[in-house]
């Protein structure tokens, strides 16, 4: 699996956009980005994936550099219910590779 | 509600002893994932079943095993518990394959064992 670095914590202005950067520099070229997050102390929730091109979905969008060496997601307007932990990861073959790591902690400010 | 129910929900016990954790995942779902998140320490993968059978392993202690049931829902058994082993304990069930890529993981809300 490729390795992913993510910044430890970010804050977020309640209604801004909240851009959480994910750096995959040794991803293949068959590999996906997904993001999941956490919630306080619940089990993680999917939210988004993809290859190369941009995604969007109602959570949120991907946005994925041509090289595919980094990836950032982006909540377009944050909400104090977004406060959680962000991870990104690139699984190769199935999940039962992956660790999750610590991802990114975001706090959404009021 | 992710539709993974995991029980029971807090789990305080001694060292030494030992405690199963059960898992049933959504319905339909084939594939269970056991996770372990140790204070302030990232998801680490443990074990994956699919449809009855053992499909992974990780870092799993020898002093766990875990098993799925012809019905589908899994128990995670956790034997001569140490401090260490406290830890949010989270089970995962694979829904149907996204046109590409991975099938989602919808988690549990997890069980809380403390080993005192």
């Known amino acids: 699996d490729a390795k992913t670095t993510q910044p430890p914590s970010m804050d977020c202005a309640e209604g801004r956009a909240a851009n959480l950067p994910c750096n995959h520099s040794?991803?293949?070229?068959?590999?996906?980005v997904y993001w999941y997050r956490q919630i306080h102390s619940q089990g993680p929730q999917y939210i988004i994936h993809g290859l190369k091109n941009n995604e969007t979905n109602e959570m949120a969008s991907l946005i994925i550099t041509e090289d595919r060496k980094s990836s950032t997601l982006i909540l377009p307007h944050a909400t104090l219910r977004d406060t959680a932990v962000y991870y990104c990861i690139v699984p190769s073959g199935g999940y039962q590779k992956v660790t999750f790591g610590t991802g990114t902690k975001l706090q959404v400010i009021p | 509600d992710s539709g993974v129910t995991q029980t029971p929900k807090h789990l305080i016990t001694a060292t030494g002893q030992r405690v199963t954790l059960r898992c049933s995942p959504r319905?339909?779902?084939?594939?269970v994932y056991w996770y372990q998140q140790s204070l302030d320490q990232g998801l680490q993968f443990l074990i994956q079943y699919y449809n009855g059978e053992e499909r992974a392993k990780g870092n799993i202690l020898e002093r766990f095993s875990a098993q799925q049931f012809p019905d589908l829902h899994s128990e995670l058994n956790l034997s001569s518990l140490e401090l260490g082993d406290s830890a949010l304990y989270f089970c995962a069930s694979s829904g149907p394959k996204m046109g590409t890529g991975l099938p989602k993981l919808f988690f549990g809300s997890g069980t809380q064992l403390s080993v005192l």
């Open positions: 319905s339909g779902d084939l594939s």
């Open positions: 040794t991803i293949s070229g068959n590999e996906y």
